[in-house]
Every structure is written in structure tokens, then in C-alpha cells.
């Protein structure tokens, strides 16, 4: 009978027992010296950093470790014990000299993919960024004067132009444009909202509380359902610091409702001298409705019915970059630009660079839905996905596995980005399973490939959703399926 030991876990402090055989196992291990030697010949660790190497080795030696600690172990061939070690321990380094913002494949059918980094810029605006990343820029410089200019000028004139709007300022997202406005208009007095509209979007961004954080005094009208002019007028006070209507992007109130229009709003606040202000949220240029799409109001009509301000997102249904448009009254932008919180909320020259050349591109609509891949994939008909489907699949069976299941099915994509809730997109999904695989155990695999294709499980399948899958991804797709199957297979 074996003997136990007494060990010390220096984890949690605690003494737990190991038998002689666990000890021989772990006295078997190889030294980090011995790895590290290795490691610095091996051709494919040649980037790799010393300190990178032996940060991955020791994680490949406690995993190891901690196999060992958590049974009694039989006997093993040390030498594949090895094999198995340095095997972890270049995976290990090969995943840190991976940046940690990555490409993967959005293979969700969600558009405007929060958490994938929303809107794909257009080649034009990722082709700007490069040159301006790369070289110095005009920032704050004016060429034709020969001095200091504003890193507004860049957008200014184009979104006026596009908008109708007779002033413009941008920030670095909706959120922070929201906060500035309120900060710099009614800190200390009362804003009116209906009850309807206090909305909530991701990151738990909730129109309360950044009105509370802004100094600007919450007055709520209406109710959840219905809200009338009368609610608008009767609140209006001595302290009333503005209006505002908020747009319920990423939900819908429906049956017995009543809201009041921007247009109402804004005679409202013209007869009782109180500035409007609107949080378009994921703000259009484009009118989807002529598409065959659920209409999303457009920041030219916002503009047309007169608002004194109008805030929105670049990087939602504009499909740019990041940023906060605000658009509107040249003596409330200018109070707004004199803000000192301005300069903490500023964007950088890669944000200008992208969303210039995103704006350019509206000045021909239709040029702008083919190039700017969020209305691409927004306004595509089903004939050229249920296309990329079968072909997809047709590349897919040339790999001759019996136990890999495919089939091509209908399902809906969405808008994404807290835009057009009740949107469904008819899509076309390429399904996959195998049958030595649950479909977790898929989905993790495709996930862990770099790049990573993130897909969705249902009915014990992976779905890809090909409304967007870019054109030169398939072929990725097919590389990891067919490394899947002969990892199985082996």
C-alpha cells in the first residue's frame, strides 16, 4: 500500500495529500530551462518574446500539474507526457502573440453586432484611415489660411450638407453627445420627457440617469402607453430648460398608444420659447421604407421638422465609425462646442477619417447602399444569400465526411444595434453537425479557430447565417471545418 504525503496547495493555503505516485509524476516534469531551450530554436516560436515564452511554458507546466494533483494518476509514458506539455505550452504563446482585439466572422445574421464591433466601415473609409494613421494629417490645421483650424471642419460642412442642418459638432458616441447637450443646456433646470421614451440600450445607458449625472433636473410627462401635447405644455414651467423626445429604437410600444410628433413637439417649444431637443439613437440618412423595409425616421426629416438639436450614433445604421452627430441650431452647437467637457469627449483623427469618407459616400444614396456594408447587408434580397448558401455547402461536401451533417434552411437575420426591433430579414443559414460532436462542442471549436466564426446553436445544430458572412469567408469556413474533421477523425 502507498504511503500518502502531505503537500502543501499554495493556492488556497490548504495541506492536501498526494501519493508517491502523483510525487514521481510531478518529479517527471520537465524544468522550464529545459522548455525554454526548445522553445528558442523553434522556428515557429521565432517572434515570441523570452518573456512571452516562459509566461507560457509555466502555464503549460501548472496545467499540467494540476492534472496530476487532481486523481492518483497511474502510470504514464513520460515522454508523451511531454509531447503533451510542449504541445499546451506552443499553444500557449502562439495565443498571446494574438492581439487581443481580433478579426472573427459574424455568422449570427445580426447586422449591426454590438458585441463584434458593430458596423463594418466601407473600404473607402478603411483605406482613408490607413493613410491618415499612417502619415501626418490636417487636423487642427487649416491649409488654405496657413494656421490653427478645427477638427470639426473636417465633417462640418458634409454633414450640414447632407442634413440640411445649419450647424454640426461630433463626439466620440450617441452617449457622450446625449451627456454634452444636456450638460451644457439644462444643467440645473428641468427637462420634460415622456414617460414613454425613458429608454435604456446596452451597457445599462439609461436616459435618467444621464440626466441626473448632467445636472439637468428630470421632468416626467404622460404615461408608459400615451402622452398628449397637453402633458408637454402643462409642464412647461419657469425652470423648464428644454424638451425632449427620445426614440424608442430598440423596443416598440403597441395597442392602445398615443405619442406626440416631433413636428407637435417643436410648435410647442417655438410658442413657449423652450429649445427641442431629439435623441435620434441609431440615426439614418437613408429611408429603408423604399427598400420594403419598416420605416426608421431619417435625420433630414428630424432636421425638416425644425429641431433645435438632434443627436444620433455613427456606428449603427449611418455605418460608420463610433461617434456622436450633433446636429442643429448654430448658436446651441456653439455652446455646446465651448463646453470644457467637450475636449474630454473629442474624437480622434482615425474616427474623422472614417466617418468623412462614410459621408461622402451619402452624397449618392445608391452608391452609398452597395458600398457601405451595414445597408448592404440591411437592404440584400434573399436570391444572392440563399446563393453564398449553396455554395458554401456544395464546398463543404467536397470534403467527403459521412459524419458531418449540412443542410441549407430559411431563418430571419436582425438589425442589431438597438435598431429596428420588429425587423425580421428572411436569411439563409448553412446548419451544421457532426455526429461525433454535440453542437456546443462545435460551436466552441469554430469559435476558437482565429479567425474566430461565431455562429448560433439551434435544434442541435450550428447555424451560419450568410446575410453576414462577407464574400471572401466561406473559404475560411471551409478550412476550419474540414481542420474539425480531421482532428476528429484522428
Same mark, same amino acid.
Given at each position: 500500500?502507498?504511503?500518502? %504525503? ?29 522548455? %525554454?531551450? &526548445? ?25 499540467? &500539474? ?35 482585439? &481580433? ?49 470639426? /471642419? ?63 433636473? %428630470? ?69 429603408? /421604407? ?38 442643429? &441650431? ?96 428572411? /436569411? ?63
Amino acid at each position: 500500500m502507498i504511503k500518502p %504525503l502531505l503537500f502543501a496547495n499554495f493556492d488556497d493555503g490548504q495541506l492536501m495529500k498526494i501519493t508517491q505516485n502523483q510525487q514521481r509524476l510531478l518529479r517527471a516534469l520537465p524544468s522550464v530551462d529545459r522548455l %525554454l531551450a &526548445r522553445a528558442e530554436t523553434d522556428a515557429q516560436l521565432a517572434k515570441a518574446a523570452k518573456p512571452v515564452l516562459i509566461a507560457g511554458i509555466r502555464a503549460a507546466l501548472e496545467m499540467q &500539474r494540476a492534472r496530476i494533483l487532481a486523481a492518483d494518476t497511474p502510470a504514464q509514458n513520460t515522454s508523451a507526457d511531454i509531447e503533451a506539455i510542449w504541445r499546451q505550452a506552443v499553444a500557449n504563446i502562439q495565443d498571446a502573440l494574438q492581439p487581443n482585439l &481580433r478579426r472573427v466572422i459574424n455568422a449570427t445574421g445580426v447586422v449591426v453586432h454590438t458585441n463584434l464591433g458593430r458596423s463594418l466601415l466601407a473600404e473607402q473609409a478603411a483605406d482613408n484611415v490607413m493613410q491618415v494613421a499612417a502619415r501626418y494629417s490636417n487636423l487642427e490645421f487649416d491649409l488654405a489660411k496657413g494656421r490653427r483650424g478645427s477638427r470639426y /471642419s473636417a465633417v462640418h460642412d458634409l454633414l450640414c450638407e447632407l442634413t440640411g442642418a445649419e450647424a454640426a459638432m461630433v463626439v466620440n458616441n450617441n452617449a457622450g453627445a446625449v451627456f454634452l447637450a444636456l450638460e451644457t443646456l439644462a444643467r440645473g433646470r428641468e427637462v420634460v420627457v415622456s414617460r414613454g421614451e425613458l429608454v435604456e440600450i446596452g451597457g445599462s445607458f439609461r436616459i435618467p440617469d444621464v440626466m441626473a449625472r448632467s445636472g439637468a433636473i %428630470l421632468k416626467e410627462v404622460g404615461t408608459t402607453n400615451r402622452t398628449h401635447p397637453k402633458d408637454y405644455i402643462s409642464a412647461i414651467a419657469e425652470h423648464t430648460g428644454l424638451l425632449l423626445k427620445a426614440h424608442t429604437s430598440n423596443f416598440s410600444v403597441i395597442g392602445f398608444t398615443k405619442s406626440v410628433s416631433l413636428a407637435e413637439l417643436v410648435e410647442i417649444g417655438r410658442e413657449r420659447q423652450v429649445p427641442v431637443m431629439e435623441d435620434l439613437g441609431s440615426g439614418t440618412l437613408i429611408d429603408f /421604407s423604399q427598400y420594403g423595409l419598416t420605416a426608421e425616421p431619417t435625420v433630414q426629416a428630424s432636421v425638416r421638422a425644425g429641431v433645435d438639436l438632434v443627436t444620433f450614433s455613427g456606428d449603427k445604421l449611418l455605418g460608420g465609425p463610433q461617434a456622436g452627430i450633433m446636429l442643429g &441650431r448654430k448658436s446651441l452647437i456653439d455652446a455646446i462646442k465651448s463646453n470644457p467637457l467637450n475636449r474630454a469627449l473629442r474624437i480622434d483623427k482615425l474616427t474623422l477619417a472614417a466617418l468623412e469618407s462614410t459621408l461622402r459616400l451619402y452624397r449618392n444614396p445608391r452608391q452609398a447602399v452597395q458600398a457601405i456594408p451595414t445597408l448592404r447587408m440591411l437592404t440584400e434580397a434573399m436570391a444572392p444569400i440563399a446563393h453564398r448558401a449553396a455554395a458554401l455547402i456544395d464546398q463543404l461536401k467536397q470534403l467527403n465526411c459521412d459524419r458531418l451533417q449540412i443542410k441549407q434552411i430559411e431563418r430571419a437575420s436582425k438589425a442589431g444595434g438597438g435598431a429596428l426591433p420588429l425587423l425580421d430579414l428572411p /436569411s439563409q443559414c448553412v446548419a451544421l453537425a457532426h455526429e461525433d460532436m454535440s453542437a456546443h462542442q462545435l460551436e466552441i471549436f469554430m469559435r476558437m479557430r482565429c479567425p474566430a466564426i461565431i455562429g448560433r446553436i439551434e435544434d442541435d445544430y450550428f447555424l451560419m447565417d450568410m446575410r453576414t458572412v462577407q464574400d471572401d469567408e466561406p473559404q475560411i469556413i471551409v478550412a476550419a471545418v474540414n481542420q474539425m474533421v480531421q482532428e476528429v477523425k484522428a
